[in-house]
């Protein structure tokens, strides 16, 4: 599980930088690395967006998980070892 929460905290980061270039530069580094223009997509830069939207939602439910666990008493940190 923690390679999983790793590799989803990685994609978020992805999609977070991502969108910060676009609100600053109008940039979007996802449809580049495609060779696509700004907000074009193609099928490889459609799955990338896809695993980072996947990824938000996996660690949102990690996150609601491991909160629910703390307000339970349990101790959440400890739980994934």
């Known amino acids: 599980m923690k390679g999983l929460n790793s590799l989803a905290g990685v994609l978020v980061i992805v999609g977070a930088l991502n969108w910060g270039l676009v609100a600053i530069a109008e940039f979007d580094l996802v449809a580049w690395i495609f060779g696509e223009d ?43 070892h």
């Open 38 to 80: 700004f907000g074009s997509t193609n099928p490889a830069s459609r799955i990338v967006y896809g695993l980072v939207g996947l990824a938000a939602v996996y660690l949102m439910a990690v996150f609601a998980t491991g909160r629910r666990h703390a307000e339970a008493g349990g101790h959440a940190a400890t739980a994934s």
